[in-house]
């Protein structure tokens, strides 16, 4: 089984935590000077990346609460978690959508799909 | 009247009477009498005379009829003989005086199942992915976790023979029982038959 460490309660199997989506989504400050546009981006455009995601975790039948985990998306390996409101020594691993860390060879099933 | 009623209910943890368990093989489950809980949630300094609040997270306090876990930087649960429940009430209202904090009852909302016996971690691990283990879960460890389906707190009272108190809901009893006791059987050593 899969462990997390919460940064409250340590190492405890995955079934006790709930997934909440990227991490470190900024509010923009004046939400009504947005244009239609740039307003959905934030409410519902996410990044995909494969490689390393900061997302946030809540340990939800544990301690019932909130923090930040970097997480690889290929190897689904934990490399840190942190408080929620702090941010990762690691951010540099950050994987960015646009740049992909690896050169992915796709066969030929998944080029078409 | 209600009050009489909730009162008959917490009596009876599963609905209805349970014969008095029986240790089988190095394991008991017993369903725990009525008793009064609380739930405290307090933010800030932790310096309320006459609860132990400031303890490290996924511990308990106590023994076994009077005891404090804390399971959150900002939670804690109570249990206490069901008499003492007033006095708890008044007693926390004049610690906590003027600061924000929450204390409910909810003494009818949860069931105590006892563990106790040798193979008391390995019954409890048949639900629950927790290493139980004396380094990871020594004595005095205290901590809400899965159970099956269920959502349940597991303290690990002190003592020489492993001795675990599962809290559930109260919706949720008959299964976590149910759950408990088929693990039971489980958990016990093979008898092997010789070979003819």
């Known amino acids: 089984m899969l462990l997390i460490a919460c940064p409250h309660c340590g190492n405890r199997p995955e079934t006790e935590f709930r997934c909440g989506g990227q991490a470190h989504i900024v509010r923009p400050v004046d939400p009504a000077a947005l244009d239609d546009q740039s307003w959905s981006e934030h409410l519902f455009v996410r990044s995909n990346p494969r490689g390393v995601h900061a997302e ?3 340990h939800s039948h544990g301690c019932g609460r909130w923090f930040n985990a970097l997480r690889d998306t290929v190897s689904d390996r934990f490399l840190e978690t942190y408080p929620a409101g702090a941010q990762p ?3 540099s691993e950050i994987t960015s959508p646009e740049v992909p860390a690896t050169v992915t060879q796709s066969t030929v099933t998944q080029a078409r799909a | 009247m209600l009050e009489v009623r909730y009162r008959t209910a ?4 599963l609905g209805r009477p349970v014969a ?3 240790p089988r093989g190095g394991i008991l489950i017993q369903p725990a009498e009525a008793e009064a809980r609380f739930s405290l949630r307090l933010r800030g300094p932790l310096s ?6 400031d303890r490290p997270i996924n511990t308990v306090t106590g023994d076994d009829r009077r005891w404090v876990a804390r399971l959150g930087p900002d939670e804690w649960l109570i249990g206490m003989p069901e008499g003492e429940a007033d006095l708890l009430a008044e007693a926390a209202a004049a610690d906590l005086r003027g600061r924000a ?3 409910v009852d909810i003494s009818h909302r949860n069931v105590g199942i006892d563990v106790t016996g ?3 971690a390995d019954v409890l691990n048949a639900g629950c992915p927790l290493d139980l283990g004396d380094a ?9 976790t899965l159970l099956g389906k269920a959502e349940i707190v597991l303290i690990r009272h002190a003592g020489a023979v492993p001795s675990y108190r599962v809290e559930c809901w109260r919706s949720f009893a008959t299964y976590v029982h149910g759950f408990l006791q088929e693990a039971a059987i489980a958990a016990q050593p093979v008898e092997r038959v010789p070979a003819r």
Request: hydrophobic letters at 40%; a positive charge; aromatic letters at 8%.
């Open chain 1, 56 to 58: 946030r975790w809540c």
């Open chain 1, 89 to 91: 020594t690691r951010s």
């Open chain 2, 10 to 13: 917490r009596t009876l943890p």
């Open chain 2, 20 to 22: 008095p368990a029986l």
């Open chain 2, 48 to 53: 309320p005379g006459g609860f132990p609040l």
């Open chain 2, 101 to 103: 904090h929450s204390l």
């Open chain 2, 118 to 120: 040798a193979l008391a």
């Open chain 2, 136 to 144: 990871a879960f020594p004595p005095g460890s205290a901590t809400r």
